[in-house]
């Protein structure tokens, strides 16, 4: 009988205890981006970068970047084309990181596809759709840069989309 009675306490503590624990993850889960930012909780603040001024880009012609630091190669294109992620009065201008997301070989854009190519074992990105993979061995699309244009035409970057090839954070 006391024996019965101690299992019975047990299990209502088990019990108990899941609640609080769920109710903990949910309020985890919960948390508004201002209130996770004022903690520090895995959010990267991303320097603001002048790449190039509207002006400057030709249609289907890339332009060598960097961002968001010297380190990371990236292009800057005008597609021609409004596309996913484009910025600038159509809607067409995209950036993206050159570094293979396999195994960081740096990459070179073709402009009868609009993809970005890898020498290393060929894994190919299509710059029409956010970076999508189209072929080869990465796991992960390729990382696109957020960019902003300013009523000058100057054209901003402000963040990235995935984690750069080689890096635990894109800020180092
Ligand atoms: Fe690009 Fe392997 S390094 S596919």
């Given at each position: 009988m006391k024996c019965n009675r101690m299992v019975d306490v047990g299990r209502r503590q088990f019990l108990r205890?899941?609640?609080v624990g769920a109710a903990g993850a949910a309020a985890a889960?919960?948390?508004?981006?201002?209130q996770a930012k004022a903690q520090g909780l895995a959010?990267?603040?991303?320097?603001?970068n002048r790449l190039a001024n509207v002006a400057d880009l030709v249609v289907n012609?890339?332009?060598?970047?960097?961002?968001?630091?010297?380190?990371?190669?990236?292009?800057?294109?005008?597609?021609?084309?409004?596309?996913?992620?484009?910025v600038g009065p159509?809607?067409?201008?995209?950036?993206?990181?050159v570094l293979c997301p396999h195994k960081g070989w740096l990459m070179?854009?073709?402009?009868?596809d609009k993809t970005l190519n890898c020498p290393g074992h060929?894994?190919?990105?299509?710059?029409?759709?956010?970076?999508?993979?189209?072929?080869?061995?990465?796991?992960?699309?390729?990382?696109?840069?957020?960019?902003?244009?300013?009523?000058?035409?100057d054209?901003?970057?402000?963040?990235?989309?995935?984690?750069?090839?080689?890096?635990l954070s894109n800020v180092l």
């Amino acid at each position: 009988m006391k024996c019965n009675r101690m299992v019975d306490v047990g299990r209502r503590q088990f019990l108990r205890g899941s609640l609080v624990g769920a109710a903990g993850a949910a309020a985890a889960t919960v948390l508004p981006a201002s209130q996770a930012k004022a903690q520090g909780l895995a959010r990267v603040d991303y320097p603001s970068n002048r790449l190039a001024n509207v002006a400057d880009l030709v249609v289907n012609e890339p332009m060598d970047i960097a961002y968001p630091d010297a380190d990371s190669p990236g292009v800057l294109l005008k597609l021609g084309q409004a596309v996913e992620g484009g910025v600038g009065p159509e809607g067409d201008i995209v950036a993206y990181s050159v570094l293979c997301p396999h195994k960081g070989w740096l990459m070179s854009y073709n402009a009868g596809d609009k993809t970005l190519n890898c020498p290393g074992h060929h894994s190919r990105f299509d710059c029409e759709s956010g970076g999508q993979q189209i072929w080869g061995h990465a796991t992960q699309n390729l990382p696109q840069f957020e960019l902003r244009v300013a009523d000058n035409g100057d054209i901003f970057a402000e963040g990235v989309d995935e984690l750069i090839y080689g890096r635990l954070s894109n800020v180092l």
